[in-house]
């Protein structure tokens, strides 16, 4: 512990005295960070240390959006979103929410006024159905080209091989 400040020291002479005595005994030794550029905030960013956060916290930085703006992203990605879905219902229930978050946000009258404009469902599930058969299809090819290839195997092998196998 720190002896206290000698009456007739300034404080600047007591600071410099007690970091002298400090390097003297190696406590500046082998620091973490040691030799390592400081992480200074570019040109005075009144946000450093927002930006800090969240790059430290790994913060999904699109929950920052405003509203409209993440529902203007969401509409641009709606045919990559539907292609996952395999139900004509669920695909109707995922649109019919998305137009009613829309209409929500239209109506909100906070915050930054970007247009966004109700999604075309039955447009959507028109496009969504042409995807589906085509998957469809391709599935049945896949299915009969796997068919057609267990049944030339299985014709190649005897009896026994197919029986044990």
Not at 1 to 20: A, F, G, N, V
Not at 21 to 44: S, Y
Request: hydrophobic share 40%; net charge neutral.
């Amino acid at each position: 512990m720190t002896s206290r400040k000698p009456p007739s020291m300034s404080m600047q002479e007591w600071i410099d005295h007690q970091l002298r005595e400090a390097e003297k005994a190696g406590e500046f030794d082998n620091l973490a960070g040691a030799g390592k550029p400081l992480k200074l905030a570019d040109k005075h960013d009144p946000d450093w240390w927002v930006k800090d956060f969240i790059r430290r916290e790994n913060i999904d930085t699109e929950a920052l959006l405003p509203v409209p703006v993440l529902l203007r992203k969401e509409k641009a990605q709606v045919r990559e979103k539907v292609a996952k879905m395999r139900r004509e219902s669920e695909v109707r229930e995922y649109l019919e929410d998305l137009n009613k978050r829309i209409v929500l946000a239209i109506r909100d009258t906070t915050g930054p006024v970007i247009p966004v404009g109700k999604l075309d469902a039955e447009a959507a599930l028109e496009q969504w159905r042409a995807d589906h058969e085509q998957w469809l299809e391709e599935r049945r090819l896949a299915a009969a080209r796997v068919a057609a290839e267990t049944a030339a195997e299985s014709q190649k092998m005897s009896f026994w091989q197919r029986l044990f196998s």
